[in-house]
């Protein structure tokens, strides 16, 4: 057979057969198991808890809205409030008798904390405490 390349003697080729492989790259089966557990993990996590940060952020915005408009009475802030609950579906976690009503610097202020608990599995929970205040 003739040889395009440069002739190789035999003992050039027990040289190379005894050099160090290259370390083989990659992911094994057991590595790729674990991170497919760990995000799924993280996911689920995630789905349970992204309502809740909505529901927090929309409590919010209807708080501050309320405080804006600068509402003669405490009876006169829970009844907007309710009227929001109402309207945004997504507020369940308080009503308007757990808003704690004041006035600060002659601005209606107006707070709110609500614990929630996510179901993880099992008798596994989450806790998040979410608290608030208008500007």
């Known amino acids: 057979m003739p040889q395009n390349g440069p002739a190789v003697t035999r003992s050039q080729r027990s040289t190379v057969s005894r050099l160090p492989r290259a370390g083989q790259r990659g992911i094994s089966l057991f590595g790729l198991l674990f991170w497919a557990v760990l995000l799924a993990f993280v996911g689920v996590v995630g789905a349970r808890v992204f309502p809740t940060v909505l529901e927090y952020y929309t409590i919010q915005r209807v708080i501050n809205r309320i405080a804006s408009e600068s509402p003669a009475t405490v009876p006169a802030v829970r009844a907007d409030f309710e009227r929001a609950r109402q309207i945004e579906y997504s507020i ?15 601005k209606v202020k107006i707070s709110f904390a609500y614990d929630k608990q996510i179901p993880l599995m099992g008798p596994a929970y989450l806790l998040i405490k979410y608290e608030g205040s208008s500007r």
């Open 92 to 106: 369940v976690s308080i009503t308007a008798s757990d808003l704690e009503i004041g006035k600060q610097n002659d």
